[in-house]
């Protein structure tokens, strides 16, 4: 069983950086893709982007294209979410999970860690 643990998460003000890190254990990392989510107070879990196991592919909301840069590192079983020119409706609990197939739809994603608050202040 694969456990999944995000860090990185914190308070930073309106065009400012952070980047979250997903670390995994457990059985395996070597899943297809990797996912990023965030949920905001009083919403619904919203899917940020996802990246192929290789990492030459990724895909993002459109919200968050252009700012955001998923990478990993499958030596380290450690997936990364870059957060740059961060915006206060950016402020949520960040998710990763796991899939076994590229997709945007949460509903293939089986592993979920348990989430690190971001807090963008205007």
């Known amino acids: 069983q694969v456990q999944l643990v995000e860090s990185g998460g914190g308070l930073v003000q309106a065009g400012g950086s952070l980047r979250l890190s997903c670390a995994a254990s457990?059985?395996?990392?070597?899943?297809?893709?990797m996912g990023w989510f965030r949920q905001a107070p009083g919403k619904s879990r919203e899917f940020v982007g996802t990246?192929?196991?290789?990492?030459?592919?990724?895909y993002y909301a459109d919200s968050v294209k252009g700012r955001f840069i998923i990478s990993r590192d499958n030596a380290k079983n450690t997936v990364y979410l870059q957060m740059n020119s961060l915006k206060p409706e950016d402020t949520a609990v960040y998710y990763c999970?796991?899939?076994?197939?590229?997709?945007?739809?949460?509903?293939?994603?089986?592993?979920w860690g348990r989430g690190t608050q971001v807090t963008v202040s205007s």
């Open positions: 999970a796991q899939a076994l197939a590229f997709t945007i739809h949460n509903d293939a994603y089986s592993v």
């Open positions: 457990g059985r395996s990392f070597s899943t297809p893709a």
């Open positions: 990246i192929s196991w290789s990492g030459l592919t990724t």
